[in-house]
């Protein structure tokens, strides 16, 4: 019985982590298709959207003012993620985004 109860707890606790993403993988499911794997949106739906590149964007915009973008949305094109993440994953997902233009 308990290497039943055992092996059980262990796939559990397996399964919650293989249901966690890290930062990058992240960025690179949700963000990467605008903005690029490396921030300068040189994709075809970041053209077509006419997206700069992450280093026209850090001197212009601060990291809250992109929290709130990723939180809320931002026109017809991004839609908000505050329904997908959580306040600690949006915060890493900027800081991911913005070590690309350092």
Avoid at 34 to 56: E, I, N, S, W, Y
Avoid at 62 to 69: C, D, L, P, S
Avoid at 74 to 80: F, L, R, S, V
Avoid at 85 to 102: C, H, M, P, T, W
Wanted: aromatic share 8%; with cysteine; hydrophobic share 35%.
């Amino acid at each position: 019985m308990r290497i039943i109860t055992g092996a059980v707890l262990f796939l559990l606790g397996a399964a919650g982590g293989w249901a966690q993403k890290d930062t990058k993988d992240l960025y690179l499911d949700k963000c990467s298709v605008c903005h690029g794997p490396d921030g300068t949106a040189k994709t075809a739906k970041g053209r077509k959207l006419k997206m700069k590149d992450v280093h026209l964007v850090l001197p212009k915009m601060g990291a809250e003012e992109m929290i709130k973008i990723v939180t809320d949305g931002k026109g017809q094109d991004m839609d908000g993620f505050s329904k997908e993440f959580n306040k600690d994953q949006i915060k890493a997902l900027v800081e991911y985004y913005r070590s690309f233009g350092k």
